[in-house]
């Protein structure tokens, strides 16, 4: 998988050298680059906002610069790949479309600042290939960065050979089909200020212990997120 990260801020993306994201890049299994929205401008300010037609606050973010980015990269690019746009307006970000984006190419993350990026940008981007725009919660933050961050985490985790035990991917909370939020783990100390590991662990017993475990999954679901179970119903 290959990710363009378009952005005013290009510093924010830093951390994904970091851990197992950045091994996953040094190992050759993924790849990204980051580019800086304002090295398509051209004026003295490398301006990327402007006011919005209609009145009202804030900023948008001008066409232009977005349209000779996304020209470049899909110049450049050997297939072509699906523009991901984070939006508070968008379609909930999920586990099963990061393994969608986990098995592609080559996708590019165009990162909006202000009040977001001039809408016509999508529709002409829609011209020339798929375009997702996506949220990762509800709740409003400044900018697309953040959520390319949580995105490109849990889209990097999925691809083949990352993770050193596949296994760890199918028990997981949201993981795809299960429905229900994973349980909860103990290590050492067997005991900790009070606090004793569930017995049914220390027993050895594996068909008691997965019982267990999915009891506690059920409760925990049924405790937080009824809605799964709904989904799982369905
Ligand atoms: N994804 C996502 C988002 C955002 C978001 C994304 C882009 C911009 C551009 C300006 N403001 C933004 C907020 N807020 N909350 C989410 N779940």
């Known amino acids: 998988m290959y990710a363009d990260i378009v952005t005013i801020f290009p510093d924010y993306f830093a951390p994904l050298d970091l851990s197992l994201v950045g091994k996953a890049r040094r190992a050759g299994l993924v790849n990204w680059q980051v580019?800086?929205?304002?090295?398509?401008?051209?004026?003295?300010?490398?301006?990327?906002?402007d006011t919005p037609y209609g009145g009202g606050a804030g900023m948008v973010m001008k066409p232009e610069p977005w349209g000779e980015a996304l020209d470049d990269l899909l110049d450049r690019a050997w297939s072509t790949p699906t523009l991901i746009i984070p939006t508070p307006a968008?379609?909930?970000?999920?586990?099963a479309?990061?393994?969608?984006w986990a098995a592609a190419s080559?996708?590019?993350?165009?990162?909006?600042r202000y009040e977001g990026i001039d809408?016509?940008?999508?529709?002409?981007?829609?011209?020339?290939?798929?375009?997702?725009?996506?949220s990762i919660g509800d709740y409003v933050l400044n900018g697309g960065e953040v959520a390319v961050l949580a995105m490109m985490e849990a889209?990097?985790?999925l691809v083949p050979g990352v993770v050193g035990?596949?296994?760890?991917?199918?028990?997981?909370?949201?993981?795809?089909?299960?429905?229900?939020?994973?349980?909860?783990?103990y290590t050492k100390p067997v005991?900790?200020?009070?606090?004793?590991?569930?017995?049914?662990?220390?027993?050895?017993?594996?068909?008691?212990?997965?019982?267990?475990?999915?009891?506690?999954?059920?409760e925990r679901t049924a405790a937080v997120r009824p809605d799964l179970l709904d989904a799982d119903n369905a």
């Open 155 to 157: 889209i990097v985790r």
């Open 97 to 100: 479309l990061a393994y969608e």
């Open 90 to 95: 968008g379609e909930p970000f999920s586990q």
């Open 191 to 218: 005991s900790w200020r009070g606090w004793d590991v569930p017995e049914v662990l220390l027993s050895g017993h594996h068909g008691r212990v997965e019982a267990w475990r999915q009891e506690r999954s059920r």
């Open 119 to 134: 809408a016509r940008v999508a529709q002409y981007a829609a011209t020339r290939m798929p375009v997702r725009e996506v």
């Open 165 to 185: 035990n596949p296994e760890s991917l199918v028990e997981e909370s949201h993981a795809v089909g299960s429905g229900l939020l994973e349980y909860p783990a």
């Open 35 to 49: 580019h800086d929205l304002r090295s398509w401008t051209h004026d003295r300010h490398h301006t990327v906002d």
């Open 106 to 112: 080559h996708v590019v993350f165009a990162c909006g």
